[in-house]
C-alpha cells in the first residue's frame, strides 16, 4: 500500500458538522474513511455567559452568529470582527466553530489526492521543495503549509480553551500543538469531539480589533492576519496581547512586539519600531519573505486602531 494510500484510508472515522471543508475533501477522494454525522446536543451550540461574565460558545454554533452575537460583538470584539473577516457570508452560514479549528490544511499538496504528503502519511512535505507562495514564513515545522483556521487565531489572542467530549481547559497550543508535528492540523485524538470553547471575562477597557491581508476580497483563506488587543491608560499600554496567522503552522502569539509595546505611550513611533519586531523568529521560505512585510504592516495598522 503506498503511503499516500495509507493515509487516506483513515482507520478512524471523520466527524461532519455543517461538512463545509470535509465536503470538498470527499469529493476529491482525499478523505476516504467513515465518516459520523455529529448532532447538535445540549451545550453544543449556541452561546452562554457565567456570572463572572466570561462566555462559553458551542462548538456547533455558526461563525455567522458568533460574528453577530451584540455581547461577543461587546465584549471580545477581535473575535467577532474575525468571525465576520472570514470565508464568505454563505460558508460563515454554515460554518461550525468546531469545524473551523478542526478543518483541514488548505495546502494545494494536501488536497491532491495524486500527491503524498506528511498529512498523508508521505515521508515529505512537497511544498517545501515545490510551490510554497502561501505558505508558512515561520518555518518552525516539517510541515510548510500555514494553519488555516482564523478563528483559532483570534481564540489564541484571547487567551481561550476548548472542552472535548474527554478533556478540558485545552489552550490553542494545546489543540494545535507548536507545528512540529507535520502529520496532523490539530492534537485531537481519533475520534475525540470540540464541544466548546470558553473565553475568559472581557478585561475592562479594552479594545481589541482584526485585519487581514487577502489576495481577494472574498473567498479566500488570508495571506496573513492579525488579531490584537489591548488596555491602555493615559495613552500607554498597560497590557497587549498580538496574535497572527497564515504565517506558521500553527497561529502565533507575536511576544516580541508585544514586550516592546507593554508600559509605552502608544505614539506611532513607537508602534511602527514594535511592529518591525514581528518577523523575530521568522524563517521564510524562498517565496515567502513578501509575508512579513505584510505581517508589519498588519500589526502596526491593527495596533495603530486600537490605540488611538
Ligand atoms: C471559499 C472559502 C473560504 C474560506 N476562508 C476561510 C478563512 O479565511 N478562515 C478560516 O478559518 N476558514 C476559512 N474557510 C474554511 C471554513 O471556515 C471551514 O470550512 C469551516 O469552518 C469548517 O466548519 P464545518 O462545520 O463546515 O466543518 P466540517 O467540514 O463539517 O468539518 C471539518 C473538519 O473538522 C472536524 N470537525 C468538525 N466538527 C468537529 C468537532 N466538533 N470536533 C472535532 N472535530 C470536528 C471534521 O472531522 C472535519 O475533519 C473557508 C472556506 C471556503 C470554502
Request: aromatic share 4%; glycine share 10%.
Amino acid at each position: 500500500m503506498s503511503a499516500m494510500a495509507a493515509g487516506t484510508e483513515n482507520a478512524a472515522p471523520e466527524f461532519r458538522a455543517a461538512g463545509t471543508d470535509i465536503s470538498e475533501r470527499r469529493r476529491s477522494g482525499v478523505s476516504r474513511g467513515p465518516i459520523v454525522d455529529l448532532a447538535v446536543t445540549s451545550g453544543t451550540i449556541g452561546i452562554d455567559w457565567t456570572a463572572d461574565g466570561s462566555g462559553r460558545i458551542g462548538a456547533f454554533t455558526t461563525i455567522a452568529a458568533i460574528a453577530a452575537d451584540a455581547r461577543i460583538r461587546e465584549a471580545y470584539p477581535g473575535i467577532a470582527a474575525a468571525a465576520q473577516g472570514l470565508a464568505t457570508p454563505q460558508i460563515r452560514q454554515m460554518a461550525t466553530l468546531g469545524g473551523n479549528l478542526a478543518q483541514r490544511s488548505r495546502c494545494w499538496y494536501f488536497r491532491n489526492p495524486q500527491i503524498d504528503c506528511l498529512k498523508k502519511g508521505g515521508s515529505d512535505c512537497p511544498a517545501r521543495s515545490g510551490n510554497h507562495l502561501y505558505h508558512a514564513a515561520f518555518d518552525i515545522g516539517p510541515c510548510v503549509a500555514p494553519h488555516p483556521s482564523t478563528m483559532a487565531m483570534a481564540l489564541l489572542a484571547y487567551d481561550a480553551t476548548v472542552t472535548t467530549d474527554r478533556r478540558s481547559g485545552l489552550s490553542i497550543p494545546d489543540l494545535l500543538g507548536d507545528g512540529s508535528n507535520g502529520a496532523a492540523d490539530h492534537l485531537l485524538a481519533p475520534g475525540e469531539r470540540i464541544d466548546a470553547i470558553a473565553v475568559p471575562a472581557p478585561v475592562v477597557a479594552e479594545r481589541a480589533d482584526y485585519k487581514r491581508a487577502i489576495g481577494r476580497t472574498y473567498a479566500e483563506w488570508p495571506l496573513v492576519e492579525v488579531c490584537a488587543r489591548a488596555v491602555l491608560s493615559t495613552g500607554t499600554v498597560q497590557r497587549i496581547h498580538i496574535a497572527a496567522g497564515g504565517i506558521a503552522p500553527v497561529p502565533l502569539r507575536l511576544t516580541a512586539c508585544e514586550a516592546a509595546l507593554q508600559g509605552k505611550p502608544a505614539t506611532a513611533e513607537i508602534i511602527a519600531q514594535a511592529a518591525r519586531l514581528a518577523t523575530s523568529g521568522a524563517k521564510p521560505l524562498p517565496m515567502t519573505g513578501y509575508k512579513l512585510e505584510l505581517l508589519v504592516g498588519l500589526v502596526r495598522d491593527v495596533v495603530e486602531r486600537i490605540a488611538t
